[in-house]
């Protein structure tokens, strides 16, 4: 297995303050937005399972995913937009 990249630049989302039924948008617009080598951080309340298999189905190819958790009730997620490999 190959180590994942390290970002470039990493913006901070925290949806724990934000309406339910916005967070997974908000999260692919924030993704949409970032250039090749640069990662989001999501910082969530719950597991983020559900996003993993909506970037699954949308973007099989297009992101990287490393899921980490430091509390029981606090998640932290590197979503990365990949740097293609073009010479």
């Known amino acids: 297995m190959s180590a994942l990249p390290t970002p470039a630049a990493v913006i901070v989302v925290d949806i724990g303050t934000v309406d339910p039924t916005e967070r997974?948008?908000?999260?692919f617009d924030t993704f949409a937005r970032?250039?090749?080598g640069q990662a989001l951080e999501l910082v969530s309340d719950?597991?983020?399972?559900?996003l993993?298999?909506?970037f699954a189905a949308e973007l099989p190819d297009?992101?990287?995913?490393q899921c980490g958790k430091g509390r029981p009730d606090l998640w932290?997620?590197?979503?990365?937009k990949p740097v293609s490999e073009v010479d």
Not at 62 to 65: I, L, V
Not at 76 to 80: A, N, Y
């Open 24 to 27: 997974h948008s908000m999260v």
């Open 52 to 54: 993993l298999e909506e």
């Open 46 to 50: 719950h597991n983020p399972e559900p």
């Open 62 to 65: 297009g992101f990287w995913w």
């Open 76 to 80: 932290r997620v590197l979503i990365g």
């Open 34 to 36: 970032l250039s090749p």
